[in-house]
């Protein structure tokens, strides 16, 4: 245990299984959860695709879709970005626009000169000169800090606030109620929007709320100090035991985020890839001005790329694969799998490739090479799970 967040010890009183993740100590799974596994059905895996998994994993997962747990997201990198230049900085920054009302958050790519992705941003304006930027480790710390040296205008600060502070993610259909029961403020649909952030009281806990969901659920990142850290966890869990909440952990989280599939940034895609291949478009705002990697993407858009990112949905329920396996069509090899699991909610195994234009079409059909046998797969439509964005936005 070399880092642990504030929930830890409350971790392992919910027995706990701990993969370790850039040096943190990260739940997968809880023991406690055992329970779960005579309401939900989970399929089997082979053997490989087994290891450092339990059926728990898909019990969790189906119990975030239908009623709300707990996620510690303590080591997801937070960096704050102050100083009257923080917006325009980050505008140059970054692909999408930034310089929008106190309150408002963005998600925003971080690109290399050449237009390739070298990372996706969560960035929450809290005030006028005031950004928490959600990173996706030390590379995007080390990028922003050499930029604003870089800047020479002395207006911007980078910061690293991930070891003082601590997040809990509160996902599911029934957040709201808990996080209602809690705190004085409006926390309903008109009064707190999808992908705006407000600073409030949970209990007597001073918490930054985002409303923010990575596995397509309705909720929130709630973060607070380190040092508040347990008194918050104590408080949600106490107010949601009522409406059945679980602690889950990072194998269910990796599954609901495939069903919405939401990319991996270092895992789905990279330099190697532009924002339009990866099927993040939306997120560059070519008429705003200069940022990096701009020049590069004049004329590219969706309907010019060559490859595409796309989700596969496995014909064999038992075959699970682990990713970087090559998929072929025709016996010939034609792309390679990124991010790979079992989507619990939709009753399919899932895996995202990268496949040339041609054969990215919904339908196609796709043989993934593992262990030397072929996994029959086709090419499907995404996102798989609430096209309509309905639970997110409710």
Known sequence: PLRTSPFYEREQELGAYFVEGGGWERPHWYGVNETLLGRYDVPGRNAWAARYWHPIVGAEARATRDGVALYDVTPLKRIAVEGPGAAAFLDRLTTNRVDRPVGTVVYSLLLDDRGGVRSDLTIARLAQDRFQVGANGPLDLDELERRAAADGRGEVSVRDVTSGTCCIGLWGPRAREVLASVTDADVSNEAFPYFRARELWIGNVPVTALRLSY???????????ADMGLRLWDTLWAA????????AGRGAFGSLRLEKGYRSAGVDMTTEHDPYEAGLGFAVRMDKGEFVGRSALEGKSAATVERRLVPLLIDDRDAVVMGKEPVHVDGRPIGYVTSAGFGYTIGSAIAYAWLPAAAARSGQRVAIRYFGEDVPARVSDEPLFDPEMRRLRS
């Open 240 to 247: 949601g035991r009522e409406h059945g909440v679980i602690a």
């Open 215 to 225: 596995v397509g659920e309705l909720g929130w990142e709630l973060y607070t100090s």
